[in-house]
């Protein structure tokens, strides 16, 4: 089956830190690839996406590759700030660009950052 | 950008009462609407599809009878969780998808407490 698999939180950098949240995936076909990011007391928004192998999404100094051969789409940032703090989701959607296909989420990662 | 809102952000209803919340998206039609539940500090779980003009499509596990979906335009969908109980307490996400492109766009949610 489908699903995602991302790193267990939390994680506590210091501004400026390289952050790197690792996810994995497990997927037939051919998935389009996903970072969404919640902010305390709001509901998901779309930070960055991949939609085939060697694809890099990237937004606001974020960015993950799509690596087809280790099923992985890792997002880093080489310097984060205190407003970055947040919970970060790794989802799939497992027909690609297809109509009517609900995204697949990981369990989310939250991520604090202290000045 | 596209928008989508949801009402209400949050309620509070007494046990065995019916509460309706509403997911539209402003500026742009959506033929399908996804409904998500998230419990606390934990990801995502879809529980149903929503396509207009038609019956939802519950996901296995998901009491249709209980989670009344209505998706009367393309621009609007309703969830009603009837007869609630506090087990149903929980954050409740709706997105909408784009006609071109198949893009994915999230509600703010609303947050259901039931007493």
């Known amino acids: 089956g489908n699903s995602v698999t991302q790193m267990e939180g939390p994680v506590t950098l210091s501004e400026e830190a390289f952050l790197t949240i690792n996810c994995t995936y497990t997927a037939t076909g051919y998935p389009s690839l996903f970072w969404y990011v919640q902010y305390p007391g709001e509901g998901l928004q779309l930070l960055l996406k991949?939609?085939?192998?060697?694809d890099k999404g990237s937004n606001k100094g974020f960015e993950a590759t799509y690596r087809k051969e280790t099923t992985s789409f890792h997002l880093e940032k080489g310097s984060v700030q205190v407003s970055d703090s947040a919970v970060y989701f790794c989802a799939l959607s497992p027909r690609g660009n297809q109509a009517g296909t609900a995204l697949i989420f990981g369990k989310g990662t939250t991520l604090s950052v202290s000045s | 950008g596209a928008v989508v809102s949801q009402h209400p952000s949050w309620v509070i209803c007494k046990s065995g009462t019916s509460v309706k919340i509403e997911c539209r998206s402003l500026?742009?039609?959506?033929?399908?609407m996804f409904w998500y539940r998230q419990f606390p500090k934990q990801s995502l779980m879809l529980m149903a599809t929503?396509?207009?003009?038609?019956?939802?499509?519950?996901e296995q596990g998901v009491e249709k009878d209980k989670f009344l979906i209505n998706h009367a335009s393309l621009t609007l969908s309703t969830l009603t969780v009837t007869s609630a109980h506090p087990e149903d307490s929980s954050f409740y996400i709706c997105?909408?998808?784009?006609?071109?492109?198949?893009?994915?766009?999230f509600g703010p949610g609303t947050r259901l407490t039931v007493t």
């Open positions: 500026d742009f039609q959506a033929t399908t």
């Open positions: 929503s396509n207009e003009g038609s019956k939802a499509t519950y």
């Open positions: 991949a939609t085939k192998a060697d």
């Open positions: 997105s909408a998808e784009t006609l071109a492109g198949y893009e994915q766009y």
